[in-house]
């Protein structure tokens, strides 16, 4: 079965620092995977996704990904954090093979960002 | 163009009651799929309807159903309501099977007292 592990449930970085929340998945085949961003009281948010172009995805509010098939990561970095970055951050991934399958969802990591 | 919308964004119901909640897709999405979100347990799958079939579900109990009408608008229903229902229910729709490009809307704020 499919599952996404995020390490980390709460980081915390300043202001123009990098950013940088693990997540690792574990699949038998290569699936897809996204980043999506909770704001208090919103929905989700799509940073971004990857579907099997280049390992390396840029999103949207300057974050971007990298799918690392041998170490089954995508951690998800924006090289300088942003006092409106605070959010609730959620790794997800989905079988690519089998239509319908549903979005299996990270615990989220909550990022702070002190000025 | 219009996003998801989710109605109504927050209700209070008593144990034992049902609930319906509304989700309608962006324009021309036919996948419509739910979530519930939880503290403890996080984001779950309930179900996903496409063309008002129902092609996927969740491990949740037969109170949790939903349906699919023509223009893809979707509902779900939660029967016998319990204190640990309350939840954000977040639905999300799609183009077409397949296409992983889900957009979710705000949510509807369930609380079961």
């Known amino acids: 079965a499919q599952s996404v592990t995020q390490l980390g449930s709460h980081v915390s970085v300043s202001e123009g620092a990098l950013v940088l929340l693990r997540c690792n998945y574990s699949?038998?085949?290569?699936?897809?995977l996204f980043w999506y961003v909770q704001y208090p009281n919103q929905g989700l948010q799509l940073l971004l996704k990857?579907?099997?172009?280049?390992?390396l995805v840029k999103g949207i509010n300057g974050f971007e990904a990298e799918f690392k098939k041998s170490e089954t990561s995508f951690h998800l970095t924006k090289p300088s954090a942003h006092m409106s970055d605070a959010a609730e951050y959620f790794c997800?991934?989905?079988?690519?093979?089998?239509?319908?399958?549903?979005?299996?969802f990270g615990k989220g990591t909550t990022l702070s960002v002190s000025s | 163009k219009a996003g998801v919308t989710q109605t109504p964004r927050y209700l209070i119901k008593t144990r034992g009651q049902q609930v319906t909640l509304s989700c309608s897709p962006i324009?021309?999405?036919?996948?419509v799929s739910w979530y519930q979100q939880t503290p403890g347990q996080g984001l779950q799958f309930l179900f996903e309807?496409?063309?008002?079939?129902?092609?996927n579900k969740g491990n949740f109990p037969g109170r949790f159903s939903g349906r699919q009408f023509s223009n893809s608008r979707s509902e779900m229903n939660v029967s016998t309501l319990e204190l640990g229902d309350s939840a954000l229910y977040l639905c999300?729709?799609?183009?077409?099977?397949?296409?992983?490009?889900?957009?979710f809307g705000s949510g509807t704020r369930l609380t079961v007292v």
């Open positions: 990857y579907t099997s172009a280049a390992t």
């Open positions: 324009s021309g999405h036919r996948s």
């Open positions: 997800a991934v989905s079988d690519r093979a089998q239509a319908g399958t549903a979005l299996i």
């Open positions: 699949s038998s085949v290569p699936p897809y």
């Open positions: 309807y496409f063309s008002e079939t129902q092609r």
């Open positions: 999300a729709s799609s183009l077409e099977a397949g296409n992983y490009g889900y957009t």
